[in-house]
């Protein structure tokens, strides 16, 4: 099946999976320990129920969205996905010159295979830097500086890595043996890679993945195998945030928010933006699904801040679910790395696709006109949905 019969996200996923290499996929597909809150992120979906204003004779739908002063077509970004180079050749440039022609953003991890500036140049709407403080203050301005030299037009600090997450299936699929590149290490791995020749075809004629271009260590970019020890070295605390806002003079976006308490300090420090996240349940795994907090997290902030949410989303519908909830935008993560996984360039326009038509249909369906008009009068939550703990 080509990806342009691919009729939902899970074909995408399928699709993926035939593609990459179990070690590749397992990386984008799984999440902490026993993954219960990343299932749990896309479960809470189904808790919820719309509640459609029949008759309304919605001819035409407006799904644009503004973000901290820039209109997006879209009411959705790419999240800040790592490595995203392995799972395509220029995997990071092809991501963002898809968001960019279906009229959206795209936020570039700090721990991506390309250059930031190949990146910024293939898109042709606002791009983020997605920040983690890897190799140090002094290394982590440098990357600033670059970003917003290149045009990046804001920072996203994601708070919720001090450690990296136990994500077992990279455990037990030997992930760290393999990217400590000896050779007797890489054996085991040549059948998987073998059985996929059109990835591993790719993967060889660009480069592999070798290191981290925009964290520039002393001696060059940073190594692919130094990644969990250099997040536990320089894991990003509330006063960073004043050094941060000071090297990088622009809006700041803190990412990894699941409580009310965390919101207000995030208001507290002057971020212009927070992104209610558990890092798609890669992270703490038994922490709440994301869409159980965002009520709370946007009471807390009482429109202080822009509150986007992440997590789980998989469909147009989860979208609306999120936005009539208070999210003002959402990033979606594997929703796209899966096109991206099934096809390159075209499976990440194909992931958009869908969830635009997806919006469209459900908000017509709904007698909503714009995503901007959604609210609470949408959607029926489960009755034993408590307030935040004190
Ligand atoms: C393979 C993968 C790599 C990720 N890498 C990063 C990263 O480098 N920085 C970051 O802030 N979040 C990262 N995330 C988290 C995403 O930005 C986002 O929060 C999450 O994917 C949302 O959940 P979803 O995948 O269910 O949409 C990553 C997620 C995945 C799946």
């Known amino acids: 099946m080509s990806v342009s019969r691919a009729v939902n996200i899970a074909d995408l996923r399928r699709l993926a999976q035939r593609r990459l290499p179990r070690i590749v996929f397992d990386y984008a597909d799984g999440g902490a320990e026993d993954e219960i809150t990343m299932r749990d992120n896309c479960r809470v979906f189904d808790t919820i129920t719309l509640r459609p204003r029949s008759a309304a004779a919605i001819p035409q739908v407006d799904l644009r969205t503004t973000v901290l002063g820039t209109t997006f077509d879209l ?11 392995m799972f395509h050749p220029h995997g990071e440039a092809l991501s963002a010159r898809a968001a960019g022609e279906a009229g959206t953003g795209y936020i570039l991890s700090t721990l991506s295979g390309s250059p930031l500036e190949e ?33 990046f037009s804001a920072l996203v600090v994601t708070i919720d890595t001090p450690v990296a997450g136990m994500r077992e299936r990279d455990v037990r699929n030997g992930t760290k043996e393999l990217l400590t590149r000896r050779i007797g290490s890489m054996l ?12 591993l075809a790719g993967f ?6 070798m290191n981290f271009p925009n964290v520039m260590l002393p001696g060059g970019p940073m190594a692919y195998a130094d990644v969990g020890t250099a997040l536990e070295q320089c894991a990003v605390s509330w006063p960073d945030l004043r050094w941060i806002r000071d090297a990088w003079n622009g809006p700041i976006v803190v990412k990894g928010v699941h409580t009310a308490d965390d919101a207000r300090r995030a208001v507290d ?19 709440a699904a994301t ?28 979208i609306v679910k ?5 999210a003002r935008a959402v990033l979606v993560g594997r929703a796209y790395v899966y096109g991206l996984g099934a096809a390159g360039g075209p499976g990440v326009t194909r992931a958009i696709e869908i969830l635009r038509a997806d919006l469209v249909r459900t908000l017509k369906l709904l007698g909503c006109a714009s995503t901007a008009t959604l609210n609470r009068s949408f959607v029926d939550v489960p009755t034993d949905w408590t307030p935040a703990a004190p």
């Open 75 to 85: 009411p959705l970004l790419l999240a800040p996905i790592g490595s995203t180079r």
């Open 269 to 287: 420090a002057g971020a212009e933006g927070i992104v209610v996240s558990n890092h798609g349940g890669r992270q703490l795994d038994g922490v």
């Open 188 to 199: 085991p791995f040549v059948p998987q890679f073998l059985a996929r020749p059109r990835w």
């Open 322 to 326: 999120a936005l009539s909830l208070g």
């Open 119 to 151: 990146v910024k140049a293939a898109a042709t709407r606002p791009v983020w830097y997605q920040l983690y403080l890897v190799g140090g203050h002094n290394v982590a301005r440098a990357g600033i500086e670059r970003a917003r030299k290149a045009g």
């Open 291 to 318: 869409l159980r907090v965002l009520p709370q997290v946007v009471e807390a902030v009482q429109g202080q801040t822009e509150v986007l949410f992440d997590g789980g989303i998989r469909r147009g519908s989860d």
């Open 204 to 209: 060889i004629a660009d480069g592999g993945l």
